[in-house]
């Protein structure tokens, strides 16, 4: 798989603390009720297949599958992929690349994009965005989570340098790409950053 520099140090950095990764934030039980309650109302209303496009540990994967979606998870970082099919051996997972992702033109009736864009340059965000609409069906939903803030900045991740995004930023791109924005969620936890997800939908 080519990777670009910055792709490669986005992998070289998690791979390096993958087990710490997963075993601070692996399990559904760590995440969110709230976020819980979105991801799962979100994919209840899906008809087909679903992407878990840049998956991490396999988390919310198994957790949908779980639940009776049709899902597979893809993450660039091989020992990511690894713990998740150890882990959860039901759910199918591969390597790929978010701005090349394994999968066919319009085969996908929904991908969920969990925090997996936040070390995603923003000149390499339009192409991240028209990768995910060139594989959803007409119709196919995205639901995308981030770090939301008032500009487009870099921040101090704990692993690598990651962005904050502003809500109608974000928005604009999606619309750039022939989304249709259907929902918009932002909150703020006592001791984490602010939060955004968005809705969309291809309109193919």
């Given at each position: 798989m080519d990777e670009s520099e910055s792709v490669a140090a986005v992998r070289a950095a998690y791979g390096e603390r993958a087990d710490e990764y997963v075993d601070l934030l692996g399990d559904i039980d760590a995440m969110s009720p709230r976020d819980r309650a979105l991801i799962a109302d979100w994919a209840a209303r899906i008809d087909g297949r679903i992407l878990d496009a840049g998956c991490g540990p396999g988390h919310w994967t198994a957790y949908l599958r779980g639940l009776g979606a049709d899902i597979e998870g893809v993450d660039l970082v091989p020992e990511f992929i690894a713990s998740a099919r150890a882990r959860f051996p039901d759910t199918a997972f591969q390597r790929g690349a978010l701005e090349t992702l394994p999968v066919d033109t319009g085969a996908l009736a929904g991908l969920?994009?969990?925090?997996?864009?936040?070390h995603v340059?923003?000149?390499?965000?339009?192409?991240?965005?028209?990768?995910?609409?060139r594989c959803l069906a007409p119709g196919g939903s995205l639901l995308l989570g981030f770090f939301e803030g008032p500009r487009t900045e870099p921040f101090d991740h704990a692993v690598t340098t990651a962005y904050f995004w502003p809500v109608d930023a974000m928005r604009r791109l999606l619309r750039n790409e022939g989304f249709e924005i259907v929902d918009v969620v932002t909150r703020s936890d006592p001791g984490s950053r602010?939060?955004?997800a968005i809705e969309a939908v291809s309109n193919g």
């Open positions: 969920l994009s969990w925090y997996s864009l936040i340059e923003p000149a390499r965000m339009p192409t991240t965005l028209h990768e995910f609409a602010p939060h955004a």
